[in-house]
């Protein structure tokens, strides 16, 4: 068992970290049953898929389930994010992210905005995100593969490039892995015939335009009876200001 101080090392060295055993059985169940319910409800609706079309975003989840609004203030997670991001960070997305059989691997990449900044991108992270696994990580199943450290170089992949340096990042379904949002990552090739479920907690600094606007997307009684903490994630604390 490592101390906090061990895994904030980690984080910091190399870019990740796993927390072992954050969810309970129990959670996990009721994460990944409502997690499969929308991605088919929303495939018929014409969802987002990607990656020939063998896997699947569920976007805005605050307001598809009061699990998933309670799940993106776990302590756990908050810890880590407002250790990265400062003690006012806001959340940018949280979204399902289902690969699918046969999916193939995707490219390389940084998170949102930073491929769009000039470089260097600054030594202290912007965004950062929160993978929490509903199925086991595998080498088979697509585990996040990423560059050790590479959220130092301060500048992103060159699409298409091949690296001999790139590892999976495996895990237990209950386990939680925090990303540096600057380290070079993607997910991996699915070869089983069994979705690999995760949510994507993102997050960014609070100043930060988020990838998503939830005060606009989210129900407003959602909003209205939302805790102090879920309401500053979700920018409530960080509008510009309205003085005339
Ligand atoms: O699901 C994963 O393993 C990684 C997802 C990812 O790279 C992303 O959404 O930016």
Redesign the pocket.
């Known amino acids: 068992m490592s101390s906090k101080e061990e895994l904030f090392a980690h984080l910091d060295e190399h870019g990740y970290v796993v927390l072992k055993g954050v969810l309970t059985v129990n959670q996990v169940g009721a994460l990944r049953e409502r997690s499969i319910e929308l991605i088919k409800k929303e495939r018929e609706l014409g969802a987002q898929l990607y990656l020939d079309n063998r896997s699947q975003?569920v976007w805005n989840l605050v307001n598809k389930g009061k699990i998933f609004a309670d799940m993106i203030q776990h302590p756990s997670v908050l810890e880590f994010q407002e250790y990265l991001l400062g003690n006012n960070c806001t959340l940018s997305s949280f979204?399902v992210?289902l690969?699918g059989p046969g999916s193939p691997v995707?490219g390389l990449?940084i998170?949102y905005p930073l491929s769009n900044l000039p470089t260097p991108h600054p030594s202290f992270a912007l965004c950062a995100?929160s993978?929490y696994l509903l199925d086991d990580?595998s080498l088979e199943n697509?585990?996040?593969?990423l560059i050790p450290g590479s959220h130092k170089r301060g500048y992103g992949p060159s699409p298409g490039e091949m690296y001999d340096d790139v590892i999976q990042v495996t895990g237990k379904k209950g386990d939680i892995i925090i990303v540096h949002g600057h380290i070079w990552?993607?997910?991996?090739e699915n070869h089983t015939d069994r979705d690999?479920v995760?949510l994507?907690g993102?997050f960014c600094r609070s100043f930060m335009k988020p990838q998503q606007d939830h005060l606009k997307l989210i129900a407003t009684d959602i909003i209205e009876e939302a805790s102090p903490t879920l309401k500053r994630l979700l920018g409530m604390d960080s509008q510009p200001n309205l003085n005339d």
């Open positions: 975003r979204t992210n690969i995707s990449h998170d995100n993978v990580f697509g585990a996040t593969r990552h993607s997910s991996g690999r995760a994507l993102f």
